[in-house]
């Protein structure tokens, strides 16, 4: 079976059990997040040639996706690693997407190393735009749904839930505006290193 074609089946059977449980442990925000995601994945499958999907691309956008979705065991306010979780998701989700748009670019790269740069810039820029329209999303989310858990809403799950009453008091010290510029640098850290990553393993890939 193709590599591309295993993938995307258990990286849709993974979202879809995401969204079961969303709804039988009561975080239904997630639900809408699980059926967003599948349709990615599935758009994504049927143009994986047309895009260079590589079976480590796909994988990595799907773990991405799913490090969101975990959000749901309420990482986003308890964090089971060192660092804030929403910097993770920030930092992993930016890393697959620059590597994603990097094999899309392969073709045009050349023998010119200064044309080759110029190319690593449209990447490295082209990520950062994904990233910022996530953002948007958020906040346009935000604007419709207001707070709460998932990717549509303002907030997350766990201890602290940030709802309309103290997300006022969250603004007043500079809260929402923080929180969107620390997305905005992991981002850019995320996609720094997805790119660097990318190039040293087809550097690697060539000297071999």
Partial sequence: MDKNKLIFILGLIIFIF????????????????????????????F????????????????????????????????????????HFT????????????????????????????????????????????IEQVEYIGYLKFGTGAGLFKFGGLGDTIINEENLRDIDIIGGG?????????YNFIGSLAGIIFIYLINKFKQRK
């Fill in 47 to 86: 143009i994986r040639k047309k895009i260079n999907l590589t079976p480590i691309s796909f994988s990595l956008l799907i773990l991405a996706l799913l490090s969101h979705l975990s959000g749901v065991f309420g990482f986003y306010n308890n964090s089971p690693i060192l660092i804030q979780y929403d």
């Fill in 90 to 133: 920030h930092f992993i989700g930016l890393f697959a997407t620059s590597i994603l748009i990097y094999n899309l670019m392969e073709k045009y790269f050349t023998k010119n190393k200064y044309s080759n740069f110029f190319i690593i810039l449209i990447i490295f820029f082209t990520s950062l735009g994904i990233g910022s329209l």
């Fill in 177 to 185: 505006w923080i929180n969107t510029m620390l997305d905005l640098n």
């Fill in 18 to 45: 995401f969204g079961i449980y969303s709804y039988y442990s009561n975080v239904k925000d997630y639900i809408n997040d699980s059926i967003f995601f599948s349709v990615i994945l599935i758009l994504l499958f």
